[in-house]
């Protein structure tokens, strides 16, 4: 089974500045991203997921997120299980993103 990495909001800008082709995936439902979401993020929520992920590509990074990061590490290990690599997942969710790097990303 693949690793998944936990990364932080600030690991995560580094990683974007780093390898612009990571893909960033908010799992949370759509009156959720409908308040915030990271810029160019692909939105599958929870319940889709198994349904969907099909639509992901192959081979590049994945962030998974969600609010404070419980969905998306349930989310990253099907992922995981269904053979994604390299799969991270975004310690405390959208909220920590907000917190720590001061900027509240608007849909």
Do not use: K
């Not at 800008?13 to 915030?36: K, M, S, Y």
């Not at 405390?92 to 907000?98: E, K, L, N, R, V």
Request: proline fraction near 7%; hydrophobic fraction near 40%; charge should be negative.
């Amino acid at each position: 089974m693949t690793d998944i990495i936990r990364i932080t909001a600030h690991e995560l800008e580094n990683l974007l500045a780093q390898q612009p082709d990571t893909l960033l995936l908010d799992v949370r439902e759509p009156e959720e991203t409908a308040l915030c979401a990271l810029p160019g993020s692909v939105s599958i929520p929870m319940g889709e997921l198994a349904a969907r992920h099909n639509e992901l590509p192959d081979g590049c990074p994945i962030v998974v997120y969600c609010a404070h990061g419980i969905r998306s590490q349930y989310c990253a290990l099907f992922l995981a299980d269904a053979g994604f690599s390299p799969l991270y997942n975004l310690t405390g969710g959208i909220d920590a993103w907000m917190r720590d790097t001061g900027t509240v990303p608007r849909a």
